[in-house]
């Protein structure tokens, strides 16, 4: 409308003014023509500019008139219902809008949520990574304790063959004692072998004093046989008889002295010779008593030979238990010996298994602790990988999450700056629907008016 209003003013002042048609360069008289019209006519613009605003400024009152009037020959229906169509035109459009931002927010929350499934499935993927790792540290404990009752085992088998060299310990000590006992066996054979010795020679004593007794005997039965040769020829002489009777006395101390085992016999032929000499006075008593004494003599003689017999007899029994105990005694060398034998082959057997088991135990736990000390850095190194993927995708996380609530707040912002801005866009389309409706009313009005100035 100004725009109209400054062609006009121009159209005029190019009728009125020619001179300002053009603007050089110019001639003299031009020139003079030009100095004396600028002179006198110097303030005609802002005389016409004052024009232009008293102009646009009747013609805004002029309008506001007309829009007024307008306005108020509409019915207050038909307002309505303009207000009505241009207030749903333009929430269509602000809805259109609404749809297409929210079309837009909910783009960028798919996105967000999408990076933040992105980022779940590589927490899971860590967490995925940390129960491996987790499964690999159970499995290196499942392994750990695997060894531990290898060892255990390994301990329990040492402490059975500590065991069998305590038993064997035992077995040793059980050889000592039946080697003393075989110490003591020996001791007491020798005793019996001394007894024996003893023995043989108080036989020997026996044998020689029984040889003496009986030639003794010989020579009392000689004596016997002369005292009853001269008691049958009547001529005993009683020197032969006293000197019979000296001998038979001789005799008797001779066997007193010698036989100690046979103190009865000697006694008895003591007290027989006693009673010889006491009737010696008598030849014929004297020749009953020599009978008697040699009956007496063959009687110590027989004791004399069952006492031999059974001296021998104990002998031979002695020998035999003698016999039987060395034959104890080897037996028990042989058992003994087969013993330490057997002993020392297990001893020997059992130090092989335990020197291989200790070995071997050796080489196991060395290779559990390699295998344990490699596995140990591997979990360690998975473990770092892990926390330091963790942290990364904590980081990205939490950036990703700062991003999408700046865009929260930034969509938020512009949801409410739209809201608001339809609001106003929803007033000044009221106002310009009601504008419009009166439009052709305003501009007859105007282009009227413009033409009377």
């Known amino acids: 409308m100004t725009d109209i209003i400054y062609?006009?003013?121009?159209?005029?002042?190019?009728?009125?003014?020619?001179?300002?048609?053009?603007?050089?360069?110019?001639?003299?008289?031009q020139e003079v023509e030009r100095t004396i019209l600028f002179g006198l006519y110097?303030?005609?613009?802002?005389?016409?500019?004052?024009?232009?605003?008293e102009i646009e400024t009747e013609d805004l009152l002029r309008l506001v008139g007309a829009y007024n009037a307008s306005i108020a020959r509409i019915s207050n229906d038909e307002a309505q219902t303009v207000l009505e169509i241009a207030g749903k035109r333009y929430v269509e459009q602000v809805d259109q809008q609404i749809h297409t931002d929210n079309l837009i927010t909910r783009g960028q929350k798919i996105d967000a949520l999408d990076d933040e499934y992105d980022a779940r499935e590589e927490a899971l993927d860590a967490d995925y990574a940390a129960i491996t790792t987790m499964q690999a540290k159970v499995q290196l404990a499942w392994d750990k304790a695997t060894q531990k009752?290898?060892?255990?085992?390994?301990?329990?088998?040492l402490e059975s063959v500590a065991q069998e060299f305590v038993d064997v310990d035992i077995l040793e000590q059980e050889l000592r004692?039946?080697?003393?006992?075989?110490?003591?066996?020996?001791?007491?054979?020798?005793g019996l072998d001394i007894q024996l010795a003893i023995?043989?020679?108080?036989?020997?004593?026996?044998?020689?004093?029984?040889?003496?007794?009986?030639?003794?005997?010989?020579?009392d039965e000689i004596g016997i046989r002369v005292s009853e040769t001269e008691v049958q020829e009547s001529g005993v002489d009683l020197d032969i008889t006293n000197a019979g009777i000296g001998l038979s006395r001789a005799s008797a101390a001779g066997e007193r002295i010698k036989v100690d085992t046979e103190g009865v016999a000697v006694r008895v032929a003591e007290t027989d010779f006693q009673i010889v000499e006491t009737d010696a006075k008598q030849s014929a008593v004297q020749a009953e008593t020599a009978k008697i004494d040699a009956d007496t003599a063959k009687?110590?003689?027989?004791?004399s030979e069952e006492t031999v017999a059974r001296a021998q007899k104990r002998i031979t029994r002695a020998e035999n238990e003698l016999l039987v105990q060395e034959k104890g005694l080897i037996d028990s060398k042989q058992n003994n010996v087969t013993s330490e034998t057997i002993l020392v082959g297990n001893q020997q057997i059992t130090q092989e298994a335990l020197d291989a088991m200790q070995l071997e135990n050796e080489n196991t736990r060395s290779a559990a602790d390699v295998a344990m000390s490699q596995a140990e850095t591997v979990f360690e190194d998975e473990i770092e990988a892990i926390k330091l993927?963790?942290?990364?995708?904590?980081?990205?996380?939490?950036?990703?999450?700062?991003?999408?609530?700046?865009?929260?707040?930034?969509?938020?912002?512009?949801?409410?700056?739209?809201?608001?801005?339809?609001?106003?866009?929803?007033?000044?389309?009221?106002i310009q629907a009601a504008l419009d409706i009166s439009r052709a009313n305003i501009v007859n009005t105007l282009t009227h008016s413009i033409g009377k100035a």
Request: hydrophobic share 40%.
């Open 7 to 29: 062609e006009r003013a121009s159209a005029r002042e190019a009728t009125i003014w020619n001179p300002f048609q053009y603007n050089g360069p110019f001639d003299a008289a």
């Open 42 to 53: 110097a303030n005609t613009y802002l005389h016409g500019h004052h024009y232009l605003q």
């Open 149 to 157: 009752i290898k060892d255990l085992e390994m301990r329990t088998e």
């Open 177 to 190: 004692a039946a080697r003393a006992d075989l110490a003591v066996i020996e001791a007491r054979l020798k």
């Open 199 to 219: 023995t043989q020679t108080g036989i020997d004593i026996t044998n020689t004093d029984l040889q003496i007794t009986n030639a003794e005997n010989e020579v």
């Open 299 to 303: 009687l110590g003689l027989v004791e």
């Open 389 to 430: 993927g963790a942290i990364d995708i904590k980081k990205t996380l939490a950036d990703s999450e700062k991003e999408r609530k700046v865009e929260d707040a930034e969509d938020r912002t512009a949801l409410d700056d739209i809201r608001a801005s339809s609001q106003v866009a929803y007033s000044s389309a009221a």
